[in-house]
């Protein structure tokens, strides 16, 4: 597990992260989002051990970061940003390598199961120079599990990969998650959504949220929206939806016909919608509940930071 | 320990498919080849060939002033260049573990180079008659290696401080050819001089081990010249975690 307190970087003058305090258990995947820059790789960096924390302390797998830094490096498994790879060498070589240095029993037996987990057995022999980039993230991946850490922290471990590989890589993540702890940044909120248990919102190198995507999402929704599309005007239908029990606002959609009511929180108004428009004798062509989505909390959570700052 | 061993057999292995090392091995080969074969055709021409072991040693020392920089300029710049140094650096191995495992690869190539270069001498003792004097060859060949060790040292050691291993090779070549010239200055009197000649590469190297002589000081200067440069080394790795 990871267990992080009051944990700050500096580089030079500049703050990178500023004391960051969260936890991940085991069996837990937890999605590290921000924008560019906001601190998430120097955290990973850290947890990882390849470079110390100004101050603060962290434990990884039971181990302080700092006072036992090895036996932290023996039980992560790391996925960089930008996947490192020795281009003169084989898939097996590489693997071989980097599973010597990490004291791996039965390493042959066990490059052949990763290689198999992140479907890469059959390029086993060619040279790692020769691979395209889905590949040789697929690569750094198998690299990280090789000897089956108990934390794992991937750094953006989709990127560059196809929709089929991303949709593989998330199995194989989400899989993972059931027994290790995992630790994932990534720009990609649908996939924070998707594949994390907890999410850590962070910008300008402090976590401003954290919590699970639906409760993040219920925290900040506030008002619901729900879109209606029928064959009448917007004006024609503006006027009947308005009064409707439980909606607060009525505006015009972006379409003929179409309207996007407020309503509130936790109060479904579709059935009296749909029967209204129905009994009105127009067509109910569309009725769709717009939940505030991930990218919108993130968005707003940054841009509150950014304007508290701003503010002084 | 471990670890040691396999970054070094890394290393030596990745020699042998690096095409600086086969035209560094050509050049050096080709060279000597020329400067034997000189030296026997006009011994021949003469009637009397010199047999002296050590008439390649002066040209390679001089070779491998220029060589041992472009060995070891990509050690570990090339690490930081190319990010592979996140996956050192996170991977259960000591900073110290590191640095000496790649100057051991580099040493163990270079070693194999210079033992292939002892056929020159074997031919002249085979060609002169009562042979070569083969303790002085001996001498000469170890203090070389110890010469060589600590060379290839501080060539890892400036390959820690750069992200480009051009730079590392200027800077290396630099220190080097310091060490090389610094004993110009040893011949006056003063403590200047006294230190020029301590820390002078030809005057360890060509007062003693080249003439014959195995004297302890001179050992002590490159042993502790490779101690140093792959402490300074292992150093600089650890500080750029810091950064």
């Not at chain 1, 470079?51 to 039971?62: L, N």
């Not at chain 2, 004993?183 to 005057?203: H, I, P």
């Amino acid at each position: 597990m990871i267990e992080v307190a009051g944990l700050t970087k500096f580089y030079g003058p500049t703050p990178a992260i500023q004391n960051l305090n969260f936890h991940a258990r085991p069996g837990e995947i937890v999605g590290f989002l921000g924008p560019n820059g906001a601190g998430k790789t120097t955290t990973m960096r850290i947890l990882t051990g390849f470079m110390p924390p100004t101050s603060g302390t962290a434990r990884v797998a039971g181990y302080d970061l700092v006072d036992q830094s090895l036996e932290v490096r023996r039980r992560v498994g790391y996925l960089p940003e930008t996947v490192p790879l020795y281009p003169e060498m084989s898939v097996s070589e590489y693997l071989a390598f980097m599973g010597s240095l990490r004291r791996v029993p039965d390493l042959d037996d066990r490059i052949d199961e990763v290689l198999e987990q992140v479907d890469l057995s059959e390029r086993a022999e060619s040279f790692v120079g020769n691979l395209s980039k889905g590949l040789r993230q697929r690569l750094g991946l198998a690299q990280a599990l090789l000897h089956k850490p108990e934390v794992l922290i991937l750094d953006e471990p989709t990127i560059g990969l196809d929709p089929a590989q991303i949709i593989e890589v998330r199995r194989i993540i989400q899989e993972l998650g059931r027994e290790r702890t995992v630790l994932l940044s990534t720009h990609i909120l649908s996939e924070a959504q998707q594949v994390c248990d907890r999410v850590l919102i962070i910008n300008h190198g402090t976590i401003v949220a954290e919590d699970t995507p639906g409760n993040l999402q219920s925290q900040l929704a506030g008002a619901e929206r729900l879109t209606v599309l029928t064959s009448s005007s917007n004006s024609e239908l503006m006027r009947l939806l308005q009064g409707v029990p439980g909606v607060s606002s009525v505006r015009p959609g972006g379409r003929e016909g179409e309207v996007e009511l407020a309503t509130a929180p936790g109060r479904d108004v579709r059935p009296i919608v749909a029967r209204r428009v129905v009994e009105a004798g127009l067509d109910l062509l569309e009725l769709r509940s717009a939940g505030i989505s991930l990218e919108q909390i993130f968005l707003q959570l940054t841009r509150e930071e950014n304007d508290s700052k701003a503010g002084g | 320990m471990r670890n040691l061993w396999i970054i070094a057999s890394r290393e030596f292995r990745h020699y042998f498919i690096s095409p600086i090392a086969y035209a560094l091995a050509t050049m050096l080969y080709l060279i000597l080849g020329g400067i034997f074969f000189i030296n026997i055709y006009y011994g021949l021409q003469t009637g009397q060939i010199n047999p002296d072991g050590r008439m390649v040693i002066g040209p390679m020392v001089t070779i491998l002033l220029f060589a041992t920089p472009a060995i070891t300029m990509r050690l570990l710049a090339d690490e930081y260049r190319m990010g592979t140094m996140e996956l050192l650096l996170t991977a259960p191995v000591r900073d110290w573990e590191l640095v000496i495992g790649k100057w051991l690869g580099a040493f163990g190539f270079l070693f194999v180079v210079l033992a292939l270069t002892w056929i020159y001498p074997l031919l002249l003792h085979r060609m002169t008659s009562p042979g070569i004097d083969q303790g002085t060859l001996l001498a000469a060949y170890l203090g070389l290696a110890l010469a060589v060790g600590a060379m290839l040292a501080i060539g890892v050691f400036i390959s820690t401080l750069f992200r480009s291993s051009v730079a590392a090779f200027f800077v290396a070549l630099g220190v080097m050819l310091a060490l090389w010239i610094i004993g110009g200055l040893s011949s006056g009197a003063g403590t200047g001089a006294q230190l020029a000649g301590w820390l002078s590469f030809v005057d360890h190297y060509y007062n003693n081990f080249y003439r014959g002589v195995l004297d302890l000081g001179d050992a002590v200067y490159f042993l502790s010249l490779t101690a140093l440069a792959l402490f300074l080394g292992a150093q600089v790795v650890q500080a750029r975690r810091w950064r």
